[in-house]
């Protein structure tokens, strides 16, 4: 196949598994942006597999198909709704999340409402805390409401932990005047990152993303956490031919061999999520080994420098590994990252949807 995202429903289950097991605390699964590039419904039923109690989405509409793929248990849109997404996350029987009167009027009856204190992070939510008691008194004085969460998110918990700290001390207070209405509602407010490194954080939820699909929210390496890469992203060999002195691969002429070389063109590219940037910077492994990336991104080839044209190249079809391990050789998302100047979420997130997804044990 010329680009396959492989994704393990093992290594996700065994991540939650994980989770669970590191912070003694209730799981909710974000699996969110099509499980961040993994396939919301295979990284929805592992997770549940895995033990998450909950998942959390970001749209009406990934609600519905989680529950059109015969999903059960808990639901949270953590997004914006209009009125016609606020339907549609009603028919999905999933809990929404509010942090304005006016949207408490507009509720029907039965919703189940965690409302939102913003405490630095600067997006939805209301920064008032005040504003924020009179929506949580308005969704517990409605009796065909339920009040069922209280929440914030952190800005910084992977790499600024004393603004997170700060965060967690505004939504304190404030959480116990909420308690006061529904002293067995559902507080959160932990990330990834501050479920792994930040403890009193964890409060009766976390709400892991990125480390359930086995990557580092701090950047490094997920093994240090004990958790497993879920997604392998593969291509082959389509072309072998040899390359003198002189001669060159790509737009740009970005790469001219300076000695005699075998090269390989794999039939992947940007436009499958291979991003351009990585040109004359990534490596993919092929039979075990490692080998760079010659030349610039194309948006459906990349080409590789096999080495010395006294070599024995790669045959015509032999799998070639752009994330993930083969042999004793592994690719990070992270590793892809770093040369991008982005996030590990980034990249697989942009893996495209013309690049299939199987999924496996």
């Keep these: 196949m010329r680009a396959l995202a492989r994704v393990s429903a093992g290594a996700i289950e065994r991540n ?51 529950r059109e793929a015969g999903l059960g248990g808990p ?13 549609v996350a009603q028919e999905a029987d999933a809990d929404v999340v509010a942090w304005r009167e006016a949207f408490v009027a507009r ?9 939102k204190l913003d405490t630095g992070m600067g997006r939805l939510g209301t920064r008032d805390a005040a504003e924020a008691l009179r929506v949580a008194r308005a969704v517990a004085d409605r009796t065909d409401l339920e009040l069922t969460g209280a929440m914030t998110h952190f800005a910084t918990a992977d790499d600024d932990p004393g603004f997170a700290r700060e965060q967690l001390a505004a939504f304190e207070p404030w959480l116990l005047q909420v308690r006061d209405l529904r002293p067995d509602l559902v507080a959160h407010a932990a990330n990834s990152a501050a479920a792994l490194g930040l403890p009193e954080s964890r409060l009766d939820l976390v709400r892991c993303g990125i480390a359930v699909y086995g990557m580092d929210p701090f950047q490094a390496d997920p093994a240090d956490h004990g958790l497993e890469p879920a997604l392998e992203l593969s291509s082959y060999v389509a072309e072998v031919k040899a ?45 075990g080994r490692r080998f760079p990336v010659a030349g610039t991104i194309s948006m459906d080839n990349l ?16 799998r070639a590994v752009l994330l993930g391990a083969q042999g004793r050789e592994r690719i990070l998302a992270e590793a892809w990252a770093r040369r991008l100047g982005t996030i590990n979420y980034e990249v697989t997130c942009g893996i495209s949807a013309r690049v299939a997804r199987e999924a496996v044990p």
């Design 16 to 66: 939650c598994r994980r989770l669970g097991a590191l912070t003694g605390t209730p799981l909710c699964a974000v699996v969110k942006a099509d499980g961040y590039g993994h396939g919301a419904v295979t990284a929805a039923r592992a997770s549940q597999a895995g033990g998450a109690r909950w998942l959390a989405v970001a749209t009406a509409e990934e609600a519905r198909a989680l």
């Design 75 to 87: 639901i949270m849109v953590m997004g914006a709704l209009t009125g016609a997404e606020l339907a």
């Design 107 to 115: 509720l029907p009856a039965g919703a189940r409402v965690h409302v």
């Design 243 to 287: 390359v003198v002195p002189g001669q060159s691969a790509g737009y740009g002429r970005t790469f001219v061999a300076d000695r005699p070389s075998w090269l390989a063109t794999l039939p992947i590219g940007y436009a499958d999520g291979v991003r351009r940037a990585l040109g004359n910077q990534a490596e993919v492994l092929i039979a």
């Design 303 to 318: 080409t590789v420098d096999l080495g010395p044209a006294d070599a024995e190249p790669p045959v015509r079809g032999e």
